[in-house]
């Protein structure tokens, strides 16, 4: 069984705050995505990394898959009350499903 | 163009009782997938079809489980004689195709059993 573990689970932040979301895994994933989720609705899926080393950025969220495509990061700067969410990070593998880690509660408090 | 869609999108039903959950994919997109999403968890997956052949069904947790696509495009999961332990969120997800890296979710469907 692949398993993803995020870290930390909870975190709850001041508006303005830097932040950053692990997502670590013993297995290889050939790619890796973050969605974020909130009350009473599916995840919405933010971002797709597939290449080891990868970077991306969607305005103030920094997303990286790391080198050994094992782990990957979400950075938010100067998180605002609208990021509030939970966040989570699905691997793919040779097949088609994804196997996501617990997620992570970000509260951001005006 | 619409999302994936899910109805009920809330069903509570006496345990043993049987229920039927239904997904529409958006149109056009080949790969369906049903996960379950405990309170506060991440979604755990359940089946995959790639148009109406269920190429993946190792995640149903159990022979109460049943998931078909008859058609390649709406999708039906049936639990029987449901327990109390089936009570979470069902979420349905499509993909344009069958490599399913890139899933959009519908809104899932609450089920709690009592």
């Known amino acids: 069984t692949q398993l993803l573990e995020q870290s930390p689970q909870f975190l709850s932040i001041q508006e303005g705050e830097n932040l950053t979301v692990y997502c670590n895994s013993s297995?290889?994933?050939?790619?890796l995505q973050w969605y974020r989720q909130e009350p009473g609705e599916g995840p919405v899926l933010l971002v797709t990394v597939v290449t080891g080393g990868e970077v991306k950025k969607l305005k103030r969220l920094t997303f990286q898959f790391g080198d050994a495509r094992k782990d990957s990061s979400l950075h938010i700067t100067a998180a605002q009350p609208g990021d509030t969410g939970l966040y989570l990070c699905a691997g793919a593998t040779s097949g088609s499903r994804l196997t996501f880690g617990e997620g992570t509660q970000l509260t951001v408090n005006p | 163009g619409a999302g994936v869609s899910q109805s009920p999108r809330y069903k509570v039903a006496k345990r043993g009782q049987d229920v039927a959950l239904r997904c529409d994919p958006i149109s056009g997109h080949v790969s369906l997938f049903w996960y379950q999403q405990a309170l506060g968890q991440g979604p755990e997956f359940l089946t995959y079809?790639?148009?109406?052949?269920?190429?993946?069904k190792s995640g149903l947790p159990s022979d109460r489980f049943f998931a078909e696509r008859p058609e390649g495009s709406v999708s039906t999961l049936k639990i029987q004689r449901t327990q109390q332990e089936d009570s979470a969120v069902y979420l349905c997800?499509?993909?344009?195709?069958?490599?399913?890296?890139?899933?959009?979710f519908g809104p899932g469907t609450r089920l709690t059993v009592t």
């Open positions: 297995s290889v994933f050939s790619s």
């Open positions: 079809f790639q148009n109406e052949a269920q190429l993946d």
């Open positions: 997800a499509s993909s344009l195709t069958g490599l399913g890296y890139e899933q959009y």
